[in-house]
């Protein structure tokens, strides 16, 4: 694919039918991380995409370590 001009681009027939995109259908880019940049219908997965980005930036960022037992312990409280 090649974007126009314009910044348009064509989302292949077969992409928009497993996507469920329809004429009319509003959709949103959201760009991870990782520089993956995903389409998808506006309102759906925002959350979920939100959620995996947080995860993504607090990923490896715990700064002690805590056995099995300590984690357990706090779920408890």
């Not at 027939?13 to 219908?41: C, K, S, W, Y």
Request: proline share 3%; hydrophobic share 40%.
């Amino acid at each position: 694919m090649r974007i126009t001009i314009k910044g348009q681009v064509t989302i292949p027939q077969e992409i928009r039918n497993l996507a469920g995109f329809h004429p009319g259908t509003e959709v949103e880019f959201i760009m991870g991380d990782d520089g993956v940049v995903r389409v998808v219908a506006a309102g759906r997965d925002r959350d979920a995409a939100r959620l995996g980005q947080a995860i993504q930036r607090l990923r490896g960022s715990a700064d002690r370590a805590l056995s099995t037992e300590d984690i357990m312990a706090l779920t408890r409280e």
